[in-house]
């Protein structure tokens, strides 16, 4: 039987909050709006906050919910990574802007995306991600594309979505790994589908708008269901599939949460700041 304990943010109940295996909840964490949650492997946990009294930003947290740093910006944020060296990534989308701060909050790194005017702000992306060639990966929401930008801001590949999308995951085998909406889609090189879930496929989960992803090492993949605009308890927050698109793994308590934006599997060995946890 497959159990595991995993760290999520909720964005309406205002939470980080920690499950062990058997599905208790064992710590929690006010934040305003969390989205995007990691924990390193000495158990420092980071979150992008989307909104409050001192703004959108960063929180980090020690094990015992001690605020070690914060760094808040006038735009929205939904999406950071930690970074070897200690730097953070962060997703600014009022101006659709990647930034890199170090631990004195300077920006040390700025990159100005492409985004239409139309799309700046709320729907210009989601959760940046830094991959290991130094490059980016950014879902660009309201243009429905996935982007992979160089340090200079050069596009060298763009995949289209079907939808909306939120997070995007570059994988070992050098495939990418996207949600969009009601969808997974995994595509090679030349974007190519090579697996795809969708809502047909596990009509049980209820889903309704998937927003983080985590690729395990056996091949299955953990979605994340966020319920939200009035979809709340309409469905499965997490669940697991196999490449048969078997269920494996679910949480489903919708009474302890309510919109689970992103979490992260604790029984998974990797260093985010290294990329080694394919999410």
């Keep these: 039987m497959i159990e595991h304990p995993f760290i999520c943010a909720d964005s309406s109940l205002g ?29 420092n946990i980071l979150a992008a906050t989307l909104s409050g009294p001192k703004g959108s930003g960063v929180v980090e947290l020690n094990s015992d919910g001690v605020v070690q740093f914060e760094y808040y910006t006038d ?63 950014i879902c660009h929401k309201g243009e429905q594309i996935v982007r992979e930008y160089d340090c200079s801001g050069k596009i060298i590949h ?36 090579v697996w795809k879930l969708d809502d047909q496929d596990v009509p049980e989960m209820g889903i309704k708008l998937i927003t983080g992803l985590q690729r395990l090492p056996n091949g299955n993949t953990v979605v994340c269901n966020w319920l939200g605009h009035s979809h709340e308890g309409c469905g499965v927050p997490l669940f697991e599939v196999n490449t048969a698109k078997e269920v494996v793994w679910k949480f489903d308590n919708v009474i302890e949460t309510r919109n689970v934006g ?14 080694e946890l394919l999410r």
């Design 15 to 43: 939470k980080l909050m920690k499950f062990s295996k058997a599905k208790n909840l064992e710590w929690e964490y006010k934040l305003p709006a969390p989205f995007d949650v990691w924990v390193s492997p000495e158990g």
């Design 262 to 275: 992103n979490f992260q599997l604790l029984d998974i060995q990797g260093d985010p700041s290294k990329n």
């Design 75 to 137: 735009s929205e944020v939904f999406g950071c990574q930690p970074l070897a060296g200690g730097n953070i990534l962060i997703g600014e989308l009022a101006d659709c802007r990647l930034i890199e701060i170090n631990r004195q909050k300077e920006v040390v790194f700025e990159l100005k995306l492409k985004c239409p005017s139309s799309f700046l702000g709320h729907e210009s992306m989601r959760m940046p991600r830094k991959l290991s060639n130094g490059n980016y990966l």
């Design 158 to 193: 763009e995949i289209p979505s079907p939808g909306p999308v939120f997070v995007a995951i570059r994988l070992a085998n050098g495939n990418t790994l996207f949600s969009s909406e009601e969808e997974v889609r995994e595509v090679d090189a030349n974007n190519n589908i």
